[in-house]
C-alpha cells in the first residue's frame, strides 16, 4: 500500500473493489454456473448479521452455506481474482443452529485494522453484502400500492407484483466535514469536533449530518455545521468518500474553513463542540482524555489528514 493506503484507513476500502458483474445479474444459466463452482464462497447474511464467532468471516463454499441456511436467497456480490462471490440471505429462523451470536457491520470493525490487508480484501465485500441485506429489511412492500415484492436482477431489484413499481437499493448522502479555523498548517490551527450526550465523556468526532432534498452536499455542510455548532462555514473541499450501509447511508466527507469561532450547541444532535489545535488533538488521544472514531472510518482518515500523520493511542471507537 501507499502512504495514503496507510495512512488513511477508509482509503483501503477501494483498493480492492471487485467487479459487480451487473450485466450479468439476469443471466440465470451463468448464476447457476457459478453457484455449481465449488471455488465459489458464499456469506450467509441475516437481519443485517453474519457470524465472526471465530473470529474472521466466513466464506463457504455453495454446498456448505445452502446446508447451513436451506432457504436462503442468493445475492451475487461479483468477482475478483477470478472467484465469484455470493450472499446468501436467510431469516433468523432458518438458519441452522442459530444467529444470537452473529454480529453486524459495526461488530466487524475489529476486523478491519487499517493498514490491514485484510480491511482491503473483506470490507468492499462486507459492505456490499450487508448494505443488501438492510435494504431488503426495510423494504418489505412497495411504497406506491403496499403490493407484494419479488427480487430480480440477483437480488439488487425487488418488483412489486401489484403496480409493477421496481424497487432499487437505496443511499443516502451524508456529509461528514472537518471544520478547521486558522492559518492553515499553523500551531495554531484548530479542527471543530463535537459531542453527543449519550457518548462517554472522552468521545469526540467530526461533524455530520444527512443531505437534504435539494440541497448541494457542499451547502448541507455548511447548513449541518451551523445548526450543530453555530459556526459559519465559508470554502468547502472534497475530501474523499465511503459506503457506510448502518443501514444504507454514503458518507461524503470535505473539508471546510471557517468564518467565525464563536461556538453555540444546538443542544439536541450535539451536546458540546470544541476547537483542538493539533497539539490539543494529540496530548488528548496520547493521555486518554480524548478517543475520537478509528478503524475504517471516514472520519478517522479526515483526522489523520488533519493530525498529518497516524493518530496516537489505540482506541478503537468507530464513529
Known amino acids: 500500500m501507499s502512504r495514503d493506503e496507510q495512512s488513511l484507513p477508509h482509503v483501503a476500502l477501494s483498493v480492492r473493489a471487485h467487479n459487480r458483474e451487473a450485466l450479468h445479474r439476469t443471466d ?7 453457484w455449481a463452482d465449488p471455488a465459489t464462497r458464499v456469506l450467509v447474511v441475516s437481519g443485517g448479521r453474519v457470524d465472526a464467532t471465530g473470529g474472521t468471516v466466513p466464506w463457504l463454499t455453495p454446498t456448505e452455506a445452502a446446508a447451513l441456511a436451506p432457504h436462503g436467497e442468493r445475492l451475487l456480490l461479483g468477482q475478483r481474482d477470478g472467484r465469484t462471490r455470493f450472499a446468501l440471505l436467510a431469516e433468523r429462523d432458518d438458519v441452522v443452529g442459530g444467529t444470537d451470536d452473529w454480529v453486524g457491520l459495526r461488530g466487524l470493525f475489529g476486523l478491519l485494522a487499517p493498514g490491514d490487508e485484510t ?9 456490499h453484502a450487508i448494505g443488501l441485506a438492510e435494504w431488503r429489511r426495510s423494504h418489505r412492500f412497495c411504497p406506491r400500492c403496499g403490493g407484494g415484492l419479488t427480487s430480480y436482477a440477483a437480488g439488487h431489484e425487488l418488483r412489486c407484483g401489484d403496480c409493477g413499481r421496481s424497487q432499487f437499493p437505496r443511499t443516502d448522502p451524508a456529509v461528514i466535514m472537518t ?47 451551523y445548526e450543530e455548532t453555530g459556526v459559519r462555514v465559508g470554502e468547502v473541499s472534497y475530501f474523499g468518500s465511503q459506503p457506510w450501509p448502518l443501514p444504507a447511508s454514503l458518507m461524503v466527507a470535505f473539508t471546510g474553513r471557517a468564518t467565525s469561532r464563536e461556538i453555540h450547541v444546538d443542544g439536541a444532535e450535539i451536546e458540546d463542540a470544541r476547537w483542538f489545535t493539533r497539539a490539543q488533538l494529540r496530548a488528548g488521544l496520547e493521555d486518554g482524555t480524548l478517543t475520537v472514531p478509528r478503524s475504517v472510518s471516514i472520519s478517522a482518515s479526515l483526522l489523520t489528514a488533519f493530525h498529518g500523520g497516524p493518530l496516537p493511542g489505540g482506541d478503537v471507537w468507530r464513529r
Open 119 to 127: 480491511a482491503a480484501d473483506e470490507a468492499p465485500w462486507l459492505f
Open 28 to 34: 440465470a444459466a451463468w448464476l447457476d454456473e457459478q
Open 179 to 225: 471544520i478547521t479555523v486558522g492559518e492553515p498548517g499553523s500551531d495554531d490551527e484548530a479542527v471543530l469536533l463535537g459531542r453527543q450526550a449519550k457518548w462517554p465523556a472522552t468521545q469526540w468526532s467530526s461533524l455530520a449530518g444527512f443531505c437534504e432534498p435539494g440541497e448541494t452536499l457542499e451547502d448541507a455542510v455548511r447548513r449541518e455545521t
